[in-house]
């Protein structure tokens, strides 16, 4: 008997499963910060006036853990300012005039890669993010000494709405084949496991078919339960392996590559071309004409809702990501960014929220938790600056999936709970030297 973790059945309302993702026409211009990753900011290299072509270095890796940012588009460089980020953060962006030639940069070339210390260089030097999640420095990721036991491919995409990942297993499974192969060779890995939920059949056949000639590449079809895709879960449903609380995945020989990602990684090894553009679904109820669009990164969240046709509803709420754990937009000059999956907007029927009232005990959230924590406990540490009861009822273990919520009769804001009681208790370590 398989012994699956808990979470919550949501509706898929996977509209633009059929729709093969299409390249929209160069904008006017581009906006690319240079923060678009977990690490330090990338350091503009280039100044007002300069011309860039596609796949220009425009932002150099910073200090530590960080990825370099090329150039969407060939243009002019007109503007470097700092903008306000969704997360609060400010960071540097690059704005570039496009003149609609997207003439590739002449420097761009088919990396040469001999050993294992060459792919890594190779993935650094594209500017390779994790696309499906936080945007952690895939070259960091893969800068391991220790064995890979289980190299995990995370083709879950179990948010609602979001199809950018299963169609890209879809229509570039040669390119995730090819990377898995390259990996396969210069790394220590026992074997390689594609994780992708049960209601994606038709990317489960195509991939299945792609990989019958390596035996150490599988697939694991996973029941369609949210949260699959999240990193701890897909790989207890993988490979049976618990990543306890404060560890790594490489702490029990795991890597995780979302789908995306290593097909990112098959097709520069092929190219040479950086990373410029993403698939994003595109959609929600306000939405006129939902779509999966290859947008250049840095484009305006307008340009791209105007490509789908512009909204035939006035937007309430306009979502980076799924409904779940997506981050709300401030406005539509905001860009599609490196780990951009998805853009939704809703209209005002969508967006009701219930009156919030007092927490009945019932023990919902606890239940449709993976995890099991606890968080009205949470709450109430939070409430009473009692670090110790935060962090005994399983603050820390929260990866703000939102199943709490989601499921939460009286419509507590417990994910914000949780997340605020993170973020004391970070800051009481810090205040204890701990």
């Given amino acids: ?90 960071a540097p962006a690059i704005k570039i005039e496009a003149d609609g030639e997207q003439t590739p940069d002449e420097n761009i070339q088919v990396p040469n890669v001999a050993d294992k210390a060459d792919l890594v260089k190779a993935i650094k030097n594209s500017g390779l993010v994790g696309l499906g999640g936080a945007g952690f420095p895939t070259y960091a990721k893969l800068s391991v000494e220790r064995k890979i036991e289980e190299l995990v491919i995370n083709g879950a995409e179990c948010e609602p709405y979001i199809t950018s990942d299963s169609l890209t297993m879809e229509q570039y499974s040669d390119d995730i084949v090819y990377a898995l192969e390259t990996l396969l060779k210069y790394f220590d890995i026992g074997k390689v496991i594609i994780g992708i939920e049960n209601n994606k059949q038709k990317a489960i056949k195509i991939i299945q078919s792609a990989i019958k000639d390596n035996e150490k590449i599988t ?44 097909a990112f990684i098959g097709k520069y090894l092929k190219t040479g071309m950086p990373l410029i553009e993403k698939t994003v679904t595109v959609d929600g109820s306000a939405v006129k004409e939902p779509k999966n669009i290859i947008a250049p990164i840095g484009t305006a969240l307008s340009d791209v809702f105007e490509f789908a046709g512009g909204f035939k509803t006035e937007p309430k709420k306009v979502l980076y990501g799924g409904p779940m754990m997506g981050i709300t937009v401030p406005n539509m000059s905001y ?82 709970n949780n997340r605020l009681a993170k973020q004391a208790l970070r800051e009481h370590s810090k205040k204890e030297g701990k």
């Fill in 335 to 416: 860009p599609i960014i490196k780990n951009t999956n998805a853009v939704l907007a809703f209209d005002e029927k969508e967006t009701i929220i219930s009156k919030t009232t007092a927490c009945i005990r019932c023990g919902a959230c606890i239940n449709a938790c993976p995890f099991g924590i606890n968080p009205p406990a949470i709450a109430k540490g939070l409430k009473n600056e009692d670090f110790e009861q935060m962090k005994s009822a399983g603050a820390t273990l929260c990866m703000e999936c939102g199943c709490c919520s989601y499921v939460c009769p009286a419509s507590r804001p417990l994910v914000a």
């Fill in 1 to 90: 008997m398989v012994f699956y973790l808990k979470g919550v059945h949501l509706p898929h309302r996977k509209n633009t499963a059929n729709f093969v993702p299409v390249r929209m026409t160069v904008p006017k211009s581009v906006t690319i910060p240079t923060s678009m990753h977990i690490g330090a900011p990338a350091m503009p290299i280039v100044k007002k006036g300069d011309s860039v072509k596609v796949g220009t270095l425009i932002a150099d890796a910073g200090n530590g853990i960080s990825a370099p940012i090329h150039s969407s588009v060939s243009g002019t460089v007109i503007e470097i300012f700092d903008l306000l980020m969704s997360n609060g953060s400010t």
């Fill in 219 to 262: 697939v694991k079809i996973l029941p369609s339960v949210y949260p699959q895709g999240g990193e701890k879960v897909l790989i207890y449903h993988t490979t049976g392996k618990v990543v306890p609380e404060g560890k790594l995945p490489i702490d029990v020989g795991c890597v995780v590559l979302n789908s995306t990602t290593t």
